[in-house]
Structure formats: C-alpha cells, structure tokens
C-alpha cells in the first residue's frame, strides 16, 4: 500500500498553524508518525518488495505529480498499438501523487506519452509537478518540463521486433488544437496496413503506430 498526504499551503500539518499530526497502523502497530512535510508525502507500507509478477516479466511504475491545472494533463503507456495504462485529466489546485503499475513482458519495448493541453508542461509555470517511470524499481525517466507533450520510449526497444526479411514503419501524428478534422491511412496496394484518427480536439498529442 501506498498513503500520500497532500497539503495545499505547502507546509504540512505541523507546525506553521499547530501541531497537526497523522499515524497509520498496521495490527495495533505504528507504521507511520509524522506532519512535518511541504506540498506532500508519500508513505509505503507491507509487503512492498513483491512485484507480484511473473518470472518472464517486469513491474512497470508511472508516478505523477500534478500541478495546480490538473485537468490539462493525462498520459498513457502504450506496447506498439495497445493501450496498457492511461490516468488524467486530474483535479485542478491539488498537488497529488498518483501511481498506476502493470506486469509486462522482458521483451517488451513500450512508449509513455504524457500531454498537457495548457502546454506548457507540469512543471513550472502552474507549480513543480513531475512524473517518473520505474521498471523493476528502478527509475527509467524522470520529468515535467515539456511543452505540449513528451513521449519516452523504455524497455527493451533495441530489437524491433520483425523478421530479418521485415521492416519496421512508425507513423507519428502531432495533433493541432482540431485533432477531429484529422485522419490517415498506410496501404499496400489497396489493402489498408494501418490508419488512426479522428483524434479529440484542444490537445496536442503525439499518437504513434507502427507495423
């Protein structure tokens, strides 16, 4: 488990306007005591070193902590075409840590996409918000200065996965502010390899597809 307390006046519960305090405890016994933080805390407890996935694969972690214009960002892990994890919007004028984790394969190269449609980024303009990836605890990228998106690739991505008579082909579309006026298509022929959009409006994102 993880507790995460957040404080809007950016000095904790103790000891600007008292001697505020919280505890958590686990069985009658105290895990946690404290109160003295800036804009928050986060707090692990149990049995926090078990992945709890398979031999064959590893635990990935998004971490995020929002900015005051929350509702501007949402992000989105992705394996190739397949959304595995996405989060946001978020609420306005709270500094919250948010945390989504999945089991993916050894192998597996995946892309993480975070947009913010204020564009400029979650950090500083709007306050330090941040946001880090794990794979296996071990921190993979950390961020919050971007514009209107940031796209990381982490995993495995040194092989792209065709055979040696293949060729990869990624096709990346930067929205505009009128992602619904757009769409596209790859063909062979007149068979249709891959095609995306229309896309929502009033964000800039990066979309990827590949084949």
Same mark, same amino acid.
């Given at each position: 488990l993880s507790m995460t307390i957040a404080d809007f006046g950016w000095n904790g519960i103790c000891c600007s306007y008292g001697d505020g305090y919280y505890r958590i405890i686990v069985d009658g016994m105290v895990q946690k005591y404290g109160g003295d933080f800036g804009r928050t805390e986060t707090t692990q407890i149990g049995d926090c070193n078990l992945n709890a996935c398979a031999s064959d694969e590893s635990m990935v972690r998004v971490q995020l902590l929002t900015d005051y214009r929350g509702s501007e960002t949402t992000w989105e892990l992705k394996s190739r075409d397949n959304i595995l994890l996405q989060d946001g919007p978020f609420p306005n004028f709270i500094f919250q840590l948010y945390t989504k984790e999945i089991?993916?394969?050894?192998?597996?190269?995946?892309?993480?996409?975070?947009?913010?449609?204020?564009?400029? /980024?979650?950090?500083?303009?709007?306050?330090?918000?941040?946001?880090? *990836?794990? *794979?296996?605890?071990?921190?993979?990228?950390? /961020?919050? !200065?971007? !514009?209107?998106? !940031?796209?990381?690739?982490? /995993?495995?991505?040194?092989?792209?996965?065709?055979?040696?008579d293949e060729s990869m082909v990624r096709v990346q579309l930067l929205t505009d502010y009128r992602g619904s006026e757009t769409t596209w298509e790859l063909k062979s022929r007149d068979n249709i390899l891959l095609q995306d959009g229309p896309f929502p409006n009033f964000i800039f994102q990066l979309y990827t597809k590949e084949i």
């Open positions: 089991c993916v394969s050894k192998s597996a190269c995946l892309s993480m996409t975070i947009a913010d449609t204020g564009r400029n /980024g979650i950090c500083c303009t709007n306050g330090k918000g941040s946001y880090k *990836i794990f *794979i296996d605890g071990v921190e993979q990228k950390s /961020g919050g !200065e971007f !514009e209107s998106s !940031e796209t990381t690739q982490i /995993g495995d991505c040194d092989s792209n996965g065709c055979a040696s």
